[in-house]
C-alpha cells in the first residue's frame, strides 16, 4: 500500500535519504555543532537544552570527526527529543508516493523503512524515530553492549 507524504531529501555523499518534512524542526550551518570526544557533536538552539547531532557515512555507519563538505545540521523531532544529522545538502521533494521496503531488502535494525521514485531517481525512507533508534544501537555497539529492540 503507497502513502504520500511531503519529503524533504537529505543529501550524504551519494545516499539519498528521504525524511517526512513534518519531522523537521530546524536547519542550522554545521558549525554550529560543538564537536567533542564522544561519536558525536552538540547543538544549542535557541536557548534549549543541547540535542546530539550524528555524522552518518552514505553506508550508515557513524562517521567522527564529520568530514568538512557536511554544512548541514537538520534538526528533528523525535519522542526522545530533538537530534541533529549532518548532510551535504536538503532538497524540499513536496509529495511522494512511497511504499514499505520491500521483504527481499529488509536487513535487522535498518533505519531504512521504505522507497519512492520520483522519474529515474529512487529514494530511501526513513524516519526521525528509525534514525535515532538506529544511531543509539550504534553508539551501545562501539560500548560493547547489545542493543535491545524497542
Not at 539519498?16 to 558525536?40: D, K, N
Not at 509529495?95 to 531488502?105: D, G, H
Not at 538506529?134 to 560500548?143: G, I, N, S, T, V
Amino acid at each position: 500500500m503507497s502513502e504520500t507524504l511531503e519529503y524533504a531529501l537529505l543529501s550524504i555523499d551519494a545516499l539519498s535519504l528521504l525524511l517526512p518534512q513534518r519531522q523537521i524542526e530546524l536547519l542550522e550551518p554545521a558549525l554550529e555543532v560543538r564537536y567533542e570526544e564522544e561519536p558525536f557533536g552538540w547543538i544549542e538552539v535557541s536557548g534549549k537544552e543541547p540535542s546530539p547531532v550524528y555524522c552518518f557515512s552514505q553506508q550508515l555507519a557513524l562517521l567522527h570527526p564529520a568530514p568538512a563538505h557536511r554544512r548541514i545540521c537538520v534538526l528533528l523531532d523525535a519522542p526522545k527529543g530533538p537530534f541533529g544529522i549532518l548532510c551535504d545538502q536538503v532538497t524540499l521533494m513536496g509529495s511522494l508516493s512511497s511504499v514499505p521496503l520491500p521483504p527481499a531488502m529488509r536487513v535487522p535494525d535498518t533505519p531504512i523503512l521504505g522507497l519512492a521514485h520520483q522519474e529515474q531517481q529512487v529514494f530511501c525512507i526513513s524516519s526521525a524515530q528509525a534514525l535515532w533508534n538506529y544511531a543509539e544501537r550504534l553508539l551501545l555497539q562501539d560500548q560493547g553492549i547489545q542493543a535491545t529492540s524497542p
